[in-house]
């Protein structure tokens, strides 16, 4: 065969931030490197039993055939039903509610669905890199909306989405809980948003893969839960991935008005069967059994942030900032006066822990570390003791060359 030809789009992807660091991490540790990873959104609690018992025992009932290429009736009824309790949202599990293999075959299905060539993504700056490729394969373009740090929280309001606005816009794309800034969107920040997708008649793509790892009190609320209009305009991505700590199941469902989950399905059957039949069993079991364990699960978050944000307390020219829900603490190292890239390699070749820099999320990231706290126990102790003192000899250096 002669030279390959791959098809120019390829040319247009890229491998996600995590996948990035993780080909360095595995050279490191080749050359013997000792390296502690608070980098992934991995959550390190296993699957509740009474999950992985559903899956047991639907396997011996011989759920191994084809699923519904929609989704399994019973896990889409769950799934209307959770929808229903948790959010008051009302979905009808024939026709407006769709299974996919995590969100992220939901994510490219709803893309694959909406855009054509040309089109453009509205998409918060910084934001959880993997959108990016996607929008790029179906043919559309990103476009950063920059976001800001106010009182300790990034947030965007109505007036960036509308400096970033031309008429190519077809999307606004929302991750609520937010990815890698950890933010949870307020009311009155989603009607903003969603007043500003009327204006244009734009859709709104909302990953909720977060939604129940709030803290504080917090309570995660759905775009789709404004208002009927606002039902009509979402399309709802969410997984089991995070909630009943499910990442290799890949499991997940999205929910829009019949039209879109039409479109969704067909695209979706030229890639996918679907999770597992019995996956999507032990899915329906997770949905519809007692949610304590997703409790108890988001009060361990909340304990292990607070010990991020403790750890990283009174290093000069270090501020962490309070992530309001999801699994990632940013912190902000711009005055030690290096891109969050240089500081990332340092901690990875000098201090032996892995975190992601900022700039791997948009421009906006740019002077955050982004420090996951999904690995709890030892790990997270012996990571953060690493992230302290590699902090430290960064701010001691920095002051060093500023009297030089
Ligand atoms: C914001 C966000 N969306 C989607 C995903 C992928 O989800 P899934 O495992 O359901 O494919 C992740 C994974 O980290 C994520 O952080």
């Known amino acids: 065969m002669g030279e390959t030809r791959l098809a120019p789009r390829v040319a247009g992807l890229r491998p996600t931030a995590v996948n990035q660091v993780l080909r360095e991490v595995k050279q490191v540790q080749s050359a013997g490197g000792d390296l502690v990873s608070l980098m992934r959104g991995q959550p390190d609690t296993p699957t509740p039993s009474h999950i992985v018992e559903a899956a047991h025992q639907a396997l011996r009932a011989g759920r191994t055939g084809y699923p519904d290429n929609q989704g399994e009736p019973g896990l889409r009824r769950a799934i209307a039903e959770r929808l229903a309790l948790d959010h008051g949202l009302e979905y009808d599990p024939n026709q407006e509610i769709l299974v996919t293999d995590g969100a992220t075959l939901g994510l490219s299905t709803a893309l694959a669905a909406l855009i054509e060539p040309g089109d453009e993504v509205l998409v918060p700056d910084p934001i959880y890199d993997a959108y990016e490729s996607p929008i790029r394969l179906w043919g559309g373009r990103s476009v950063a909306v920059p976001s800001s740090v106010q009182q300790g929280r990034f947030c965007f309001r109505r007036d960036a989405l509308e400096r970033c606005y031309r008429p190519s816009v077809r999307i606004v794309l929302l991750n609520t809980p937010w ?226």
């Open 179 to 404: 990815n890698p800034v950890g933010t949870v969107l307020t009311r009155d920040e989603l009607q903003d948003i969603l007043d500003f997708a009327e204006a244009h008649d734009l859709f709104v793509l909302s990953d909720e893969i977060y939604e129940k790892l709030v803290y504080d009190g917090r309570t995660h609320l759905s775009p789709a839960a404004l208002s009927t209009e606002a039902r009509r305009r979402c399309i709802v991505v969410n997984s089991l991935s995070k909630t009943y700590a499910m990442t290799g199941w890949r499991v997940g469902y999205c929910a829009g008005s019949a039209e879109v989950i039409a479109a969704m399905g067909l695209v979706l059957q030229q890639s996918s069967r679907g999770p597992a039949t019995f996956v999507q069993d032990a899915a329906e079991a997770a949905l519809r059994s007692a949610q304590s364990c997703v409790q108890r699960m988001a009060e361990e978050y909340q304990a292990r942030r607070g010990l991020v944000l403790e750890r990283l307390r009174d290093i000069p020219g270090v501020e962490a900032l309070t992530p309001e829900g999801g699994l990632f603490v940013m912190v902000d190292v711009r005055r030690l006066g290096r891109s969050s890239d240089e500081v990332r390699q340092y901690l990875l070749h000098e201090a032996g822990v892995v975190v992601i820099h900022g700039a791997a999320y948009g421009a906006g990231g740019e002077g955050t570390l982004r420090v996951s706290f999904a690995a709890g126990g030892e790990t997270l102790e012996r990571g953060l003791d690493r992230l302290r003192n590699g902090l430290l000899r960064l701010a001691e250096a920095g002051e060093r060359e500023a009297v030089e």
